[in-house]
């Protein structure tokens, strides 16, 4: 119980510093090193199959997994936004987020599968295999080019669009109608 508690907290912490680790390496990079300490974590996770016994070694394997659990909340739907943006964003990011799902529902028969063959641990290495596929897969992500205005990097994965700008500045909203500010 006291994982999942670190594992919350450092995912939050690690989100809040997610733009500036973007900033210094890239999306990409930024995306393999997170997905490369939870593919670790998960190889780890297997080869220390007796979790009571090293507690606190699974404590610090179920914390690692948080970055790239913050990092695959953030970044995906950071890139939609920056690539299409407007109107049309929401429709794209209820696509991407369907492919999300139907991930998650293909790993969780995958493992219903692979228990009804083996134990836990098994399931983990499917996982850790799955991982490293990731791994690869990362390489192959479009990344748009950050847009510079007047010195700025102006990139929803870097930072807000405009720091002067407050986000409930632009459009105002005034008795049930939307006026440009």
């Known amino acids: 119980m006291y994982s999942l508690a670190v594992f919350s907290a450092v995912s939050f912490f690690y989100s809040l510093i997610l733009p500036y680790i973007i900033g210094l390496l890239g999306v990409k990079p930024a995306y393999f090193i997170s997905q490369l300490i939870s593919t670790a974590a998960y190889f780890l996770f297997f ?35 920056d690539i299409v943006g407007g109107r049309d964003a929401g429709l794209y990011m209820g696509a991407l987020n369907a492919g999300a799902v139907v991930a998650q529902s293909v790993s969780g028969q995958t493992a219903a599968i692979v228990l009804a063959f083996g134990d836990l641990s098994d399931a983990i290495a499917v996982g850790a295999i799955f991982g490293l596929l990731a791994c690869i897969f990362v390489w192959k992500v479009i990344v748009p080019e950050p ?12 930072k807000r669009r405009n720091d002067h700008e407050s986000p ?14």
């Open 47 to 81: 080869f220390w199959a007796d979790y009571f016994a090293y507690q606190g070694i699974a404590f610090v394997l179920v914390a690692s997994t948080a970055l790239n659990f913050a990092t695959m909340n953030s970044v995906p739907y950071a890139l939609v936004s």
């Open 147 to 158: 847009e510079v205005v007047e010195g700025h990097v102006n990139s929803s994965l870097i």
């Open 168 to 181: 409930l500045s632009s459009p105002v909203v005034s008795k049930g109608s939307i006026q440009d500010a």
